[in-house]
């Protein structure tokens, strides 16, 4: 067993480690989280017939008497029209414009709306203090109210918005304010410990940590006057993947743990580390029920946040507030990453994404006014009326529609694994087939070293490639590693459609008091590239419970569920399925210690011996969402069903 000294930095250790990320992810582009990127975007095509005045901020005074600053698009027409809200930490002046999502505030006005947007608490013009969540409920409730009054509105108030602006939706609409009438968020999450913050138990590490540093810290900070620190932070994002490595988490230097000013709220999500009453407050997937509005959510399948916004359509079609609320549920995936929707100059994705062509770009422009004019406006656009998932098939760049999630016609289709898990490279080749193993077959292995962890090569992150990892990537480098396990199907006889959610239910062992096991879906092609699809984690104390950890026993099997994010691909005949086993997935997630002691307050780390089973008494397996038929889609995304 070896440790790293109590309590020091190991920044220069995970050198080599964050280079070979740097390597993985060259060519890739990005920017950083809120950076405006350069270009034609947005077209002026499709403006509406309303000239527009802008009234920047307009005060709106919260409960407590805090005054929030919003800017106001106005359209020059006598009739009273509705409002269309945006709430933001990310700037009102900004609105979410680039790179290359939301047409302007006063392209969305000409459609004659009044246009709203707001700085949230504590960012840009507003006042008050910032914490992140937590007083987007009451807040979001009274704005509603008041932009519902404002001269000109008929009352009727819609929310658009993506990322942290999606969750000031959700929040506003669990308050069930009266004149709130749908939303339409994207991207965003149904519980802001699981999903957000932290996956399977374990802390999503490459997106929180260049997330909170470069926005909104230093966005909080310019507002309450600290432009030291704000100058501070922006130059340590610059070297963000040093601070990646830096140890012990709940002493992070560039968020200044001994100033509680500056990100308490960071660290408060590190000290809870479990799914408490501290998440509890805020979640959405625990208050459907109160949410009576329709809303037309929109994801990517490489996106930080699909999995809770897959769940927040399920949810909503369950357990809605109302009927008009359960039947007006619609739910758009495809093929994107957090920020740039697909479009090939927005300088987020990473180069395969662009393989989707144009078929691939959002439509979020074309159907979000739409929505609005259906449900805002009485207009009949045929948009909802029953529960609709619209969803691109990556591999055949089409799009398909269903009337529930999972799809109805999913066929789940059980592949054990089996033979000696490994790759070409170390003499090994593991399998996966549909006949169950009779047959004892001995296990397979490898160390975990948290010192030199797997790299991540793509994935659900954020927020854009460039200080994050995400999108697909060949996994061809990872793959070379003997900490690496894959196990690969037969060549499909033919075209098999994969689209849902996967799980990894697998036997291991470990001989450490707590680990990480992580599991990916590749489509492995011909010619041997590959593309990862999505992938999941569990930490093992957390094999049962999010909100109860408990340890292992060291040497002991256990049965762990590993849910691999959904995806939707067109695996071609002559292609092959793989599935990857490890135990990390550096910088995405931060790698498990293997000590069992509480997260994030010292660097110690040890080696683990980790034992992955395969027999009859162990039957590890992927079990796959495949879609029967001949339904070949479309390349043009249905507006109207």
């Known amino acids: 067993m070896t440790r790293n000294r109590r309590g020091r930095p190991r920044i220069a250790r995970m050198g080599a480690l964050l280079s070979a990320v740097a390597l993985i992810a060259a060519g890739c582009g990005g920017s950083s989280p809120g950076e405006r990127v350069s270009g034609s975007w947005p077209p002026d095509a499709g403006r509406g017939p309303c000239a527009v005045d802008k009234q920047p901020n307009i005060p709106a005074a919260m409960r407590d008497g805090v005054v929030l600053k919003s800017d106001v698009y106005a359209p020059r027409t006598s009739d009273q029209v509705p409002v269309i809200l945006m709430r933001t930490q990310y700037g009102k002046a900004a609105a979410q414009i680039q790179p ?57 108030v819609g929310m658009y918005g993506s990322s942290y602006v999606g ?50 810290a230093s966005t909080a900070a310019v507002n309450r006057g600290d432009t030291g620190t704000a100058k501070q932070l922006q130059s340590d994002l610059t070297n963000y993947s040093r601070w990646l490595g830096f140890r012990p988490y709940q002493q992070f230097p560039p968020l200044h743990p001994e100033n509680p000013a500056v990100a308490s709220w960071y660290f408060d999500w ?93 439509p979020i422009n074309e159907l979000m006014p739409a929505w609005f004019d259906h449900f805002l406006k009485g207009k009949s656009d045929n948009v909802s009326g029953h529960p609709i998932v619209d969803y691109f098939l990556m591999g055949a760049n089409r799009w398909k529609s269903a009337t529930a999630w999972p799809l109805p016609d999913t066929r789940w289709t059980t592949y054990y694994l089996s033979g000696a898990g490994g790759n070409g490279m170390h003499g090994r080749a593991g399998h996966l087939g549909t006949d169950k193993p009779t047959d004892p077959q001995p296990p397979d292995g490898y160390d ?11 994935g659900h992150s954020c927020c854009g490639a460039g200080t994050g990892p995400q999108g697909p990537v060949d996994q061809f480098v990872v793959e070379q590693r003997s900490d690496v ?89 002559g292609y092959r399925i793989r599935v990857e086993v490890s135990s990390s997935d550096f ?55």
């Open 100 to 156: 290359y999502r939301y047409q302007t505030p006063e392209w969305f006005a000409s459609q004659c709306y009044l246009v709203v947007v707001q700085d949230i608490r504590g960012q840009g013009e507003s006042a008050g203090t910032f914490t992140e969540f937590g007083n987007d409920m009451t807040d979001g409730y009274d704005t509603v109210e008041w932009a519902a009054r404002l001269a000109g509105s008929n009352g009727k």
């Open 167 to 216: 969750a000031t939706q959700w929040l506003a609409a669990v308050g069930a304010p009266p004149h709130l009438t749908t939303i339409v968020p994207a991207n965003t999450s149904s519980d802001y410990y699981d999903g957000w913050n932290y996956e399977g138990g374990a802390f999503r590490l490459g997106f929180v940590e260049p997330w909170a540093m470069g926005t909104i």
């Open 270 to 362: 590190l000290r809870h580390s479990t799914r408490d009453d501290y998440w509890k407050q805020v979640s959405i997937r625990d208050r459907y029920a109160q949410v009576q509005v329709p809303v037309l959510d929109i994801e990517g399948w490489y996106d930080a946040f699909l999995a809770g916004g897959v769940e927040n359509f399920t949810g909503m079609v369950a357990n809605g507030g109302t009927t008009a609320a359960r039947e007006n549920q619609r739910l758009v995936i495809g093929p994107w990453d957090h920020i740039g929707w697909g479009r090939p100059d927005s300088g987020t994705g990473t180069p395969l994404m662009a393989t989707a062509g144009a078929a691939g770009d959002s």
């Open 448 to 458: 975990y070293d948290p010192a030199n962890p797997v790299p991540s090569a793509g």
């Open 485 to 573: 396990l894959t196990y690969t199907t037969d060549p499909m006889a033919g075209d098999t459609e994969i689209t849902g959610p996967i799980r990894l239910r697998l036997w291991a062992a470990s001989t450490a008091p707590d680990t990480d096991f992580t599991a990916k879906l590749v489509a492995l092609a011909p010619d041997g590239s590959s593309v990862n699809l999505n992938n999941g984690i569990i930490r093992a104390a957390f094999r049962d419970s999010l909100e109860q950890p408990s340890p292992i026993e060291p040497g002991r099997s256990y049965q762990y569920n590993i849910d691999i994010w959904p995806t939707s691909y067109l695996v071609k005949a």
């Open 587 to 641: 910088p995405q997630f931060a790698p498990n210690p293997n000590t069992g002691e509480p997260f994030g307050l010292t660097a110690d780390s040890q080696i683990a011996t980790q034992t992955i089973y395969h027999d009859a008494e162990h039957p590890s397996a992927l079990i796959l969402p495949v879609i029967p038929g001949t339904d070949t889609g479309s390349t043009r995304f249905p507006v109207g069903h």
